[in-house]
């Protein structure tokens, strides 16, 4: 087996041992990276020199016998929303292609002081608007299982680079279920944490009441470490709690008996593929054969989960991307007055899917139309939050499908944007809750292309979630499978 194709707690175990050095598994990792990303089209910056300078100085400290975390020397890769000083970060837009942040978000100083070692940013949706990798202004990622479909989106580049073995680790921010859709699509695990679990600051905002910074990985394991690594109170965001930090890892015991775990019915008629209901239902009898308690739950609201979501999303986004003006980032048309300057540049600069977003946002708030949208989404988010804690007074956690389908085909989509949306019917409640919620590979359908399982509980409950998972990853195979188009790679 060699080093990309090992997870982050095997290569932890291998670095602390002294039997690799921080150096070899990077260069492994970008030997992977040059070998396939021209097929996936995952990363939009490699840092190679810095990747590497890096890890010479965490070999160097090794040695020294300095204490190191345990991830010290693991290879990772940043969603291209999150800044990185002195690198650059587009958010896959023409509007930031040459911005170059003057800080790190709090995630990223976080893992850089862990010791994880970038090596580089990754493509998505621009500004994490969309449902496939598709809308990024530079590229099209493909999803390494069928290089014909999509990896899902927004964090489409994330998910390719983990799945394909580039990086074990890798950041996503999820808006509507832009880690647990790609997520599912491209095989892997990835977490949506409890809203101000983890810090939002330097995550250019898309909207900011439903964005959470999250990771994606291969199992469950290196889930719950990275985790640990993001999640902390920071006084640099308002909406981040404080409350005390926790290790994830001691969750992962593998024991479920007589847990409750209700099925939500809502998700699982004729909108689901019947492969996909097919692998959530025999995932409940390998559940049920755990000891734990599985039974059919409603959440009755959830029908107007796509129609809330879009409202509340699109309006924050059209306040948040008003900031991009030409005057205060990198690019600027040239204009004759103001005015002209703020609409050639927003014209040019920003794609077709977020002009679509910010002119519905924009009317959704405009005057004369607020309390029949945006305040009816609001009152449709509290009863879906009611919803939710009706179900966890009967059940510890609740369970489903991620996706209604397998990865669709490129260009399947994108002539119809209502049809893309529903793509994140079973994800987008999570998000208005503010609970967390992960996806974990379930079965394959007759394709070859990964279902994902969805996993939701209280807020605060990730380590629950966690245990649930792991015990299901302990009892099935699905998430050892790798994509056997790059297998000769």
């Known amino acids: 087996m060699q080093l990309h194709d090992l997870t982050a707690a095997q290569l932890s175990e291998r670095l602390r041992a002294r039997e690799v050095s921080a150096v070899d598994v990077v260069n492994s990792a970008f030997a992977r990276i040059d070998a396939v990303d021209q097929q996936i089209g995952a990363f939009l910056t490699v840092t190679r020199d810095e990747a590497l300078a890096q890890a010479a100085a965490i070999d160097q400290a090794r040695m020294a016998g300095e204490a190191l975390h345990p991830l010290a020397g693991v290879p990772m890769g940043i969603k291209d929303n999150l800044n990185t000083k002195g690198v650059v970060t587009t958010c896959a837009s023409r509007m930031l292609e040459r911005y170059v942040p003057p800080y790190d978000a709090t995630v990223v100083a976080k893992m850089r002081e862990a010791g994880l070692i970038s090596l580089g940013k990754l493509n998505m949706d621009e500004f994490a608007m969309g449902s496939s990798t598709e809308n990024s202004a530079f590229k099209k990622t493909r999803n390494p299982w069928d290089l014909g479909t999509v990896p899902g989106g927004s964090s489409?580049?994330?998910?390719?680079?983990?799945?394909a073995g580039m990086v074990p680790l890798a950041t996503g921010s999820d808006t509507g279920g832009s880690i647990r859709q790609p997520a599912a699509f491209c095989g892997i695990v990835g977490m949506k944490p409890t809203y101000g679990l983890v810090s939002?600051?330097?995550?250019?905002?898309?909207?900011?009441?439903?964005?959470?910074?999250?990771?994606?990985?291969?199992?469950?394991?290196?889930?719950?470490?990275?985790?640990?690594?993001?999640?902390?109170h920071d006084p640099l965001d308002s909406t981040s709690i404080d409350q005390p930090e926790e290790i994830y890892a001691n969750y992962?015991?593998?024991?479920?008996?007589?847990?409750?775990?209700g099925v939500i019915s809502e998700l699982m008629g004729d909108g689901a593929s019947p492969e996909v209901r097919s692998a959530v239902e025999a995932a409940t009898k390998v559940f049920e054969g755990l000891g734990a308690v599985v039974e059919s739950v409603s959440l009755p609201t959830s029908k107007h989960g796509i129609a809330a979501y879009y409202l509340v999303a699109t309006a924050e986004a059209s306040s948040n991307l008003a900031r991009y003006d030409g005057v205060k980032y990198t690019v600027r048309e040239e204009a004759e007055d103001l005015m002209q300057l703020y609409l050639r540049t927003r014209a040019e600069a920003f794609g077709t899917e977020v002009k679509r977003r910010i002119m519905l946002g924009t009317y959704a708030l405009s005057s004369g139309y607020y309390d029949a949208y945006y305040k009816k989404a609001q009152q449709v988010r509290t009863k879906i939050r009611e919803d939710y804690d009706r179900a966890f007074a009967q059940y510890d956690l609740i369970i489903g499908p991620t996706t209604p389908s397998t990865a669709f085909k490129l260009g399947e989509k994108t002539s119809d944007p209502l049809e893309m949306y529903l793509s994140d019917i079973a994800t987008v409640l999570a998000?208005?809750?503010?609970?967390?919620?992960?996806?974990?590979?379930?079965?394959f359908d007759g394709k070859g292309l990964p279902i994902g399982l969805q996993l939701q509980g209280p807020a605060l409950s990730e380590g629950m979630l966690y245990r649930a998972a792991y015990a299901f990853e302990q009892a099935t195979s699905f998430h050892t499978r790798r994509p056997e188009l790059l297998a000769a790679k």
Do not use: H, W
Request: hydrophobic share 50%.
């Open 200 to 232: 939002r600051y330097g995550l250019v905002a898309f909207a900011s009441s439903l964005d959470q910074v999250g990771p994606m990985t291969r199992d469950v394991r290196d889930n719950a470490l990275m985790l640990g690594v993001l999640a902390g």
């Open 431 to 443: 998000n208005l809750a503010g609970i967390p919620a992960l996806s974990i590979p379930c079965g």
């Open 156 to 163: 489409g580049g994330s998910a390719a680079a983990v799945a």
């Open 252 to 261: 992962l015991t593998g024991e479920v008996k007589g847990m409750r775990i």
